[in-house]
């Protein structure tokens, strides 16, 4: 009996299956993988779309599309009476800034469409370009590729080659809605007719640009935020009379392979202090002086810890400078002393620019590379 009914309950949904609706063709969808927008003399929005083409009589394999107007979501009309064939959602890789809409307004107003259509990839990289976002867009990219498909790709290798941040539409939306942390973004630039990734864009919590780090920041900036995922490289200019060289080949380049950071954070009569001592593990990536490592390794790992804490020391000082707060220092503040943080939430970035920030890290070479 039992046998019998569930034979019926399957058939009667089988019954109730309809058959293949109306075929769907590649040719005819348009995928949009990358958003471009800045704002013309008139406050207008400029937006700039690349959508991959699969027309075999077509010579580019994508089009990239250009609207003027008041929302993003204006923009999708206008798209769809320049763009033949349907545009296929949830595709979208890179979302493009323009660093000079940023010196003017909160962008995440602009973005909030994105956020509300489920429909929408939240997981895109947003990216600010230094410089003229329609020179990105129409950049030739005959040996390289589709551009949406070139701009993630070179975003996503230098992060994980640890020289630039990585940074999705959605951590994007936590990171302007947590008062403990301000936003930082990838920064790209065009130098001589290629794309490049030219560093980390860092943002003030209310959206609008701070400053901006160059690689060996964004290097320090990844691990002071202890981002350990892959090897941290850096290069550093150590004191030449130390090691009896020249000024021109006093370079030690170095990977830190583990780093293991203990934060403390007080309060004394409302000034804050913020003591961070951390272990690092590197690798010896080059060296380019004669130094006998078995009797002055010790030496080195002295002159590199202290071109690290000098540096560090500058990337914080620089970031307090502008009152922002990349590290996600807040996270620890509000963990440790609550009541004392609601006091500072509201005006954080300033009560950092205040604080006494303390970095002592603590190098050991583990590994000197096949040569030794």
């Known amino acids: 009996m039992k046998k019998w009914k569930a034979s019926c309950l399957i058939w009667a949904a089988l019954l109730l299956i309809t058959g293949c609706g109306k075929a769907v063709y590649i040719e005819t969808q348009r995928f949009i993988l990358a958003h471009a927008i800045e704002l013309n003399d008139e406050k207008k929005l400029v937006m700039y779309t690349s959508s991959s083409v699969f027309s075999r009589e077509a010579k580019e394999r994508y089009k990239i599309t250009t609207t003027t107007v008041d929302t993003m979501r204006e923009s999708k009309y206008k798209l769809e009476s320049k763009i033949n064939g349907n545009i296929a959602p949830g595709k979208l890789q890179s979302i493009l800034i323009g660093k000079k809409m940023l010196q003017q307004t909160n962008v995440l107003s602009y973005l909030d469409v994105l956020f509300r259509d489920p429909k929408n990839e939240i997981n895109a990289n947003v990216i600010v370009v230094d410089g003229s976002v329609k020179e990105v867009m129409y950049m030739k990219m005959s040996d390289k590729g589709e551009l949406g498909g070139v701009i993630k790709q070179l975003v996503e290798s230098t992060y994980k080659g640890r020289i630039s941040v990585l940074t999705t539409l959605q951590k994007f939306h936590q990171q302007m809605m947590d008062s403990a942390i301000t936003p930082y973004l990838t920064e790209m630039r065009v130098e001589k007719n290629d794309l490049v990734i030219s560093g980390t864009t860092l943002l003030h919590l209310d959206g609008t640009y701070a400053t901006s780090l160059n690689h060996q920041e964004s290097s320090l900036l990844l691990l002071l935020q202890h981002n350990m995922n892959n090897p941290i490289p850096l290069t550093f200019h150590l004191p030449a009379e130390i090691f009896h060289t020249d ?126």
Do not use: C
């Open 247 to 372: 000024e021109e080949m006093s370079y030690a380049s170095i990977n830190i392979r583990k780093a293991k950071a203990n934060f403390k954070t007080k309060f004394e009569e409302n000034h804050l202090t913020i003591d961070i001592q951390m272990k690092v593990q590197i690798e010896l990536m080059e060296r380019m002086f004669t130094l006998d490592m078995e009797k002055q390794s010790k030496l080195l790992e002295q002159a590199i810890e202290q071109e690290l804490k000098k540096q560090s020391d500058a990337l914080i000082k620089k970031a307090q400078k502008h009152q922002v707060d990349p590290f996600g220092f807040g996270i620890y503040v509000r963990s440790q002393d609550y009541k004392n943080w609601k006091k500072v939430e509201d005006h954080w970035g300033k009560a950092l620019s205040e604080a006494t920030v303390n970095f002592t890290p603590k190098v050991a070479i583990k590994s000197t590379g096949v040569s030794e």
